[in-house]
């Protein structure tokens, strides 16, 4: 079991989440670099309402203006993580991991398929059957029907194998925010939320715990407050 630092960090505006994640990051970075032992961190988090665009992302698909933005009580943040256009608010949960992959044994596209499993994982236990799409990082509904729909983004970056950035999981996010983007880039896909699917609104504490409990079967980590 890999020692993995947790940390609840409640609703934090996405800028504040960031600077932490860079801050953890480099002092994961540098203890690496110096040959000691390296710490791990979970970090789960709702954000206010923002978009996110990662650096290959596309500026047209976001669908509205600075001022409608502002209406919205919404910001628009370009990140260095992958992927293209995403929303995070109120009713998501977003997980942070900030590990460093050899302490896992992990490749990128190992960690990434990882990520994807304990989302499937949590839903399944809501009865929802989610699926990988190729050339579409991310936990899909119905992937490969017309119907198609997104539950989960996935966005990460790596430097000497230490992560940060990671998932999105809708569980009751206000999906009318997802109208002004194209999310993750398509035009023809949707995108969902475990309340959708269900037709009710679930226990946000609920799913973060079955989502740590995931954490901790397929990633073998052993979670601690400090």
Known sequence: MKKTIFKELGLMPYREAWALQERLHEEVKAAKLQGVDTVN???FVEHPHVYTLGKSGDEANMLISAIQLQAKHAEFVK??????????????????????MANFGLGVKDYVDRLEEVVIRTIEEYGIKGERLEGATGVWIEAHTPRARKICAIGIRCSRFVTMHGFALNVNTDLNYFH????CGFRDKGVTSIAQELGREISLQ?????????????????LTDK
Do not use: A, S
Not at 206 to 217: P, Q
């Open 41 to 43: 961190y979970l970090l």
């Open 79 to 100: 990140v260095n993580r992958g992927g293209d256009i995403t929303y995070h608010g109120p009713g998501q949960l977003v997980v942070y991991p900030i590990i460093d």
């Open 180 to 183: 002004y983007i194209n999310p």
């Open 206 to 222: 609920e799913v973060k715990e079955r989502v740590k409990h995931h954490f901790v079967d397929l990633f073998g980590m052993e």
